[in-house]
């Protein structure tokens, strides 16, 4: 079992070291080997957290994190009837194709229809064997990523709480719904298409494609900074065959930012966000700690603490600060 953290939570200034009966759970194999920390070689990721429990070596302490969960959070409970629900559990057929297009005009419908179905982000991305989970199979050639605001003030200035993990699985709800709408509508126009939204995990993971189809980039504390809704933003996806053009990614200065920045660092209550990059399967990333974070992520209605405290989750702030750091940026490679 992993040595576990004992910390101070900067709200309360009282220590922090999981409870007993969580660490109880906790398998002896490290959930950062799990990840590939350390591996120089490129592969695919090894499913882990909210993943099925019966397939990852953690799953009896995910169990317990989502039962207590529920105990204490009772409007997260039932969600596919809660928060508008989570989609049609029926996908539509596929059409009969009544029209062609070419993937330029497609790319332009998708997003039109993506924003039409509840997304507030949208882009394309070519899909790569590396993003797909050892254990799944993807065969669709496209994934279309969206992206669903969360409220700042619900997750800024309560986060970790129980209001904070409402507002997060009332997001997470948005984007499976808003990705089965897009995936009817595909497969409508008659190509295949499945959506996919959390907080579950599915066949892929979606970080590397968000970023990928230009969504922002990666910060310090793991998640994606984007130039209009800062980190506050979760993820959902469709998987297609429809022919479509990839979007580029969207190198503002976010990372420029993070380097200097050691606000969510400082305040990381287990102190899992490192100050470094560091190699993971075959990338030089930013990197969460998973057995210093997770244990305090269980314990704490999910935490969402460094995405809530990032300076560009301030409401307001993201879009000029975007600006700023492009025109350093500019003025730094032009120099």
């Known amino acids: 079992m992993p040595e576990q953290p004992k910390t ?10 999981p409870s007993d009966e969580q660490m109880a ?5 490290s959930g950062n080997a799990i990840n590939g920390l350390g591996e120089r070689k490129v592969r695919r990721p090894t499913p882990i957290y909210w993943h099925h429990q019966s397939i990852i070596p953690h799953g009896k302490a995910m169990a317990w994190m989502r039962k207590r969960l529920l105990d204490v959070v009772e409007e997260v409970r039932d969600l596919a009837e809660k928060f508008g629900g989570r989609g049609s559990h029926e996908p539509a057929p596929i059409a009969a194709r009544a029209e062609m297009d070419t993937p330029e005009n497609w790319a332009r419908r998708v997003k039109a229809a ?9 882009g394309i991305a070519r899909m790569r064997p590396d993003w797909v989970f050892e254990g799944y199979d993807v065969a669709e050639q496209w994934i279309i990523v969206l992206g669903v605001a ?61 970023l990928e189809a230009g969504f922002g980039e990666l910060g310090k504390h793991g998640s994606i900074i984007n130039r209009q809704f800062g980190s506050s933003f979760r993820l959902a996806c469709v998987l297609t065959d429809l022919p479509l053009v990839a979007d580029r990614p969207d190198i503002f200065g976010a ?4 380097q200097s920045c050691q606000v969510c660092a400082r305040y990381c209550p287990p102190d899992a966000i490192a100050h470094e990059k ?43 600060l975007a600006e700023r750091m492009s025109r350093r940026k500019a003025r730094a490679e032009a120099g």
């Open 114 to 122: 993506a924003r039409e179905r509840e997304a507030d982000l949208v």
């Open 255 to 258: 990372d420029d930012f993070c």
């Open 150 to 210: 969360m409220d700042q003030a619900e997750l800024v200035e309560v986060a970790p709480s129980p209001r904070s993990v409402i507002e997060v699985s009332a997001q997470y709800n948005r984007g499976t719904r808003a990705a089965a709408l897009l995936a009817d509508w595909i497969r409508e126009q008659g190509h295949g298409a499945v959506g996919h939204g959390g907080p579950i995990a599915g066949p892929v993971i979606m970080i590397p494609a968000a």
């Open 278 to 320: 560091q190699w993971v399967r075959g990338t030089e990333k930013w990197y969460v700690d998973f057995d210093k974070c997770v244990p305090y992520f269980n314990e704490t209605y999910g935490c969402g603490l460094c995405i809530g405290i990032c300076p560009w989750s301030r409401p307001g702030v993201a879009a000029s």
């Open 8 to 17: 101070h939570d900067y709200r309360t200034g009282e220590p922090f070291t």
């Open 25 to 29: 759970l906790w398998p002896e194999e």
